[in-house]
């Protein structure tokens, strides 16, 4: 498409904006469609046409377009017209944590501060420097351009000795929103400092080829994406609870087993549809060997959740020749088809500085270790880490249920990281644990963190737990959880999750899952009818 006809297709009449829109989102990520979207952004009358979130989406077209910029612009011109506007103030702050604009960084958050709540911007980007410009020339005024300029060098350097793949070739991202596709088209030649520094700015988005012409790796990948059917906004809003469980649960148990084998791990947000674990070595390692360690890490895991699936990559143990081999997006750039930033998880923010402080402190795993979890035919004990050693030593019994039962291990990693309980999560909580000798000790140390802790409350559920265990079946219903159990118990009998412990294994329990007391379930039944009278 030539200058001439973009023009012509830009629709020149006022008011006529939503034909725009849709041919924006339409546009190619090659050359005539950045071309397209910049013509298009120069309409004067655009931005002043459309609402808030229209001009939301037009930012993440342009961010998509390597145009950013502009995307910087419309932000501008966005809080201008609708100061209230949240997502576009967060957005906004994204943006410039990606570019690491840190003064710009601070008027804009000052600028947020004015017409948003706090509590609405996301808790990584509160953490952003407070810079006030200086108006003097001092010598730290002169030489600022100078050590940026090195400390982004060193970082390209970090950059690629961490990330390294195919020698001879690498891949460019590109997405077509007209066919609703998108891919990678290969770059026959060596990664460049020039290409990572595009990355990082978000200009393009380039991916590796991870098996190097010995069929060796620098790094492995477990890549975490939410499965087809939660990825439909009405979907994963029905089961929002679920994914952010099961996402908590993921990432704290693949980082534990990671450390405890002696892997290096870094978790990724991808900014497509899930996460990517980064496992760099320091030195090359056969590909066979990095795809058994990380079958051997994670075992069973996958089968544990339901709205995520778990894929390892390398996926081959040789290049046959015929292709470029297993590809991953690379870190810290735009993912063309959403527009968002990835960044890792366990940053202090999601600045570039911080990124890459976070890169300079990790320690690739050596050969040896991926070697020695790849021979290992089964799964062996691994020695705990000081703080989960004291967890277990204290509470054993909450750390055999935890490692060996799927749904509590994602209730309490939720309730710990995200001090959050629903009622049904507190319901199996209460109708498993409360079951123990020591149930009051147990949940009391589990319910302490939660904002809503409630001591003598906790004291009188507990008091009230009656009939039997919870039953495996039971819970996932409660948890809308569907498919077969991946629960597996020696022998026959009423699984639940007690069965793990050494006391339950052979106990007898009753297939009903019912109150036995008929006192106490009318006793229950008048405490539900007074609940409901409350809200009448």
């Known amino acids: 498409m030539t200058t001439q006809t973009q023009r012509q297709a830009i629709p020149q009449e006022s008011g006529d904006y939503r034909l725009l829109l849709d041919r924006l989102c339409k546009a190619p990520l090659d050359d005539s469609g950045v071309s397209f979207v910049r013509q ?174 010995d069929s060796n790796v620098y790094t492995g990948v477990i890549d975490m994406d939410l499965v087809s059917r939660y990825r439909d906004r009405a979907m994963a809003k029905k089961h929002r609870a679920a994914i952010r469980r099961e996402t908590i649960y993921l990432h704290k148990r693949i980082s534990f087993l990671a450390r405890e084998a002696g892997l290096c791990c870094l978790a990724e947000v991808s900014g497509g549809k899930g996460y990517h674990f980064w496992f760099p070595v320091g030195e090359p390692v056969a590909a066979a060997a990095m795809r058994k360690a990380l079958q051997q890490l994670i075992g069973r895991l996958g089968e544990d959740v339901e709205c995520f699936s778990l894929e390892i990559f390398p996926k081959q143990d040789k290049r046959t020749g015929k292709g470029f081999g297993n590809l991953v997006k690379l870190p810290l750039g735009i993912h063309r088809g959403t527009g968002k930033p990835s960044s890792f998880v366990m940053a202090a923010d999601r600045g570039r500085d911080s990124q890459f402080d976070l890169l300079a402190q990790i320690k690739p795993a050596p050969p040896a ?51 959050e309980l629903s009622l049904r999560e507190e319901k199996i909580l209460l109708g498993t644990i409360g079951h123990l000798p020591r149930a009051r000790l147990l949940l009391h140390h589990l319910f302490a963190g939660l904002p809503e802790y409630n001591r003598a409350l906790l004291d009188y559920k507990i008091s009230r737990v009656r009939g039997t265990v919870l039953g495996c079946k039971r819970i996932h219903r409660l948890l809308e959880r569907g498919g077969e159990l991946p629960c597996i118990f020696e022998g026959d009998g009423y699984p639940h999750p007690l069965r793990h412990l050494n006391e339950f294994k052979k106990e007898d329990v009753p297939k009903k899952e019912k109150i036995a007391n008929l006192e106490d379930a009318l006793l229950c039944l008048k405490t539900a009818i007074r609940q409901v009278e409350r809200f009448m």
Not at 157 to 173: K, N, V, Y
Not at 394 to 406: F, G, Q, R, S, T
């Open 40 to 213: 298009a952004l120069t309409e004067p009358q655009l931005l002043e046409q459309i609402d808030a979130d229209a001009m939301l989406e037009v930012a993440v077209i342009a961010q998509q377009h390597g145009l950013l910029e502009q995307a910087l612009n419309i932000y501008d011109r966005l809080h201008d017209r609708f100061p209230e506007c949240a997502d576009g103030w967060q957005q906004h702050l994204q943006l410039l944590h990606l570019l690491g604009d840190r003064r710009k960084l601070a008027q804009v958050r000052a600028g947020a501060l004015a017409h948003v709540a706090p509590e609405l911007l996301k808790k990584s980007d509160n953490q952003a420097p407070d810079e006030t410009p200086s108006t003097s020339m001092a010598d730290s005024d002169i030489t600022a351009p100078f050590l940026q300029l090195r400390s982004e060098e060193e970082q390209v350097r970090l950059f690629m000795r961490i990330f390294r793949g195919r020698e001879d070739a690498f891949a460019r991202q590109w997405v077509n929103r007209r066919e609703e596709k998108q891919g990678y088209v290969p770059v026959r030649r060596s990664l460049q400092a020039v290409d990572v520094r595009d990355h990082l700015a978000g200009h393009r988005t380039y991916g590796i080829y991870l098996l190097d012409h």
């Open 369 to 419: 270790t991926v070697l020695w979890l790849a021979a290992e035919k089964q799964k062996t004990p691994v020695l705990l880490h000081p703080r989960q050693a004291a967890m277990a030593a204290e509470y054993p019994e909450l750390a055999v249920l935890e490692n060996n039962c799927a749904m509590l291990g994602q209730i309490t990693a939720s309730l710990r990281s995200a001090r």
